[in-house]
T-cell receptor, first 109, second 112 residues
Framework: QQKVQQSPESLTVSEGAMASLNCTFS??????FRWYRQHSGKGLEVLVS????GEKEEGRFTAHLNRASLHVSLHIREPQPSDSAVYLC?????????FGLGTRVSVFP | DMKVTQMPRYLIKRMGENVLLECGQD?????MYWYRQDPGLGLQLIYI???????SEGDIPKGYRVSRKKREHFSLILDSAKTNQTSVYFC???????????FGPGTRLTVL
């Protein structure tokens, strides 16, 4: 079973509305979580890294981590059409990162 | 500007041929990674390199080997490629384990 589960699989939002993505992980041993964005046919771009419970903001992107609930979320403020992409949650484990399958976000004007 | 490059970007090979994927980084990062990305499976770690000639298997190393003779270059080698190795391969680098990983643009490999 995937160590990192993302929901929803896909999300459609209007430009300017808040977009919220969720990620649950299988164990609470890691303290190193990241959100990446992947535009179609491109590599991964790191958005936010978070290492302790609470909130971390990077521009329009805010991550919330609650290790007790095994949950990390990403909120995209005022999304734009250029934010249309697949968003990947990743958790650091012994050797490297383990990724979720992603949430495909589509932003319409 | 920090950069990870991958060559080639697209590659078509026949089953049984050898494949060489190359990755470079200009950040003097010690640690480099190879992943593959497949629909329904996501990104999976193939190999990690902690520095020159210091490599370790990841989660799915079978059918692959790597070479790192210079800190800035990390190669992925498929000896006698198989059709199930058709995938998009990503290279990444970080200054150390647990640090931010920077990804290359990927290589789309098709094995016929």
């Amino acid at each position: 079973q995937q160590k990192v589960q993302q929901s929803p699989e896909s999300l459609t939002v209007s430009e300017g509305a808040m977009a919220s993505l969720n990620c649950t992980f299988s164990d609470g041993t890691s303290d190193n979580f990241r959100w990446y964005r992947q535009h179609s046919g491109k590599g991964l771009e790191v958005l936010v890294s978070i290492f302790s419970d609470g909130e971390k903001e990077e521009g329009r992107f805010t991550a919330h981590l609650n290790r007790a609930s095994l949950h990390v979320s990403l909120h995209i403020r005022e999304p734009q059409p250029s934010d249309s992409a697949v968003y990947l949650c990743a958790m650091y484990y012994a050797q490297g990162l383990t990724f979720g399958l992603g949430t495909r976000v589509s932003v319409f004007p | 500007d920090m950069k990870v490059t991958q060559m080639p970007r697209y590659l078509i090979k026949r089953m049984g041929e050898n494949v060489l994927l190359e990755c470079g980084q200009d950040m003097s990062h010690e640690t480099m990674y190879w992943y593959r990305q497949d629909p329904g499976l996501g990104l999976q770690l193939i190999y990690i390199s902690y520095d020159v000639d210091s490599n370790s298997e990841g989660d799915i190393p079978k059918g692959y080997r790597v070479s790192r003779k210079k800190r800035e270059h990390f190669s992925l080698i498929l000896d006698s490629a198989k059709t199930n190795q058709t995938s998009v391969y990503f290279c990444a680098s970080s200054s150390g384990q647990g640090d931010e990983q920077y990804f290359g643009p990927g290589t789309r490999l098709t094995v016929l």
